[in-house]
Nanobody, 122 residues
Framework: QLQASGGGLVQAGDSLRLSCAASGRPFSSYTTAWFRRAPGKERSFVAALWRGKTYYANSVKGRFTISRDNAENTVYLQMNSLKPEDTAIYYC???????????????????WGQGTLVTVSS
């Protein structure tokens, strides 16, 4: 029900925009988020939209922007000033009725996209 796309190979300093298209139900009232899994590491929180407000991991704050187009039922992650350490598989996620303290926890989300690979070369 979530389809992520937009990943690719870029150089450090470049930008990419990831998309996550939802189907089957409207996600406008859901918390939507992006997580990533870097090589050899566990999945980690990147950004979330919760009740109209945005939240970011410290490592991406000021460089990444999460947004949502409710008409298109699509969530975006605009990534600027990419660094080699941003290399990871990026996953979108959505879940209903999340409380703020849970938005950084992968286990709080019911729906997941398949992941899209972002590789940043130095």
């Amino acid at each position: 029900q979530l389809q992520a796309s937009g990943g690719g190979l870029v150089q450090a300093g470049d930008s990419l925009r990831l998309s996550c298209a939802a189907s089957g139900r409207p996600f406008s009232s859901y918390t939507t988020a992006w997580f990533r899994r870097a090589p050899g590491k566990e999945r980690s929180f990147v950004a979330a939209l919760w009740r109209g407000k945005t939240y970011y991991a410290n490592s991406v704050k000021g460089r990444f922007t999460i947004s949502r187009d409710n008409a298109e039922n699509t969530v975006y992650l605009q990534m600027n000033s990419l660094k080699p350490e941003d290399t990871a598989i990026y996953y979108c996620a959505a879940g209903p009725n999340l409380i703020l303290s849970s938005i950084g926890s992968a286990s709080a989300y019911n729906y997941w996209g398949q992941g899209t690979l972002v590789t940043v070369s130095s």
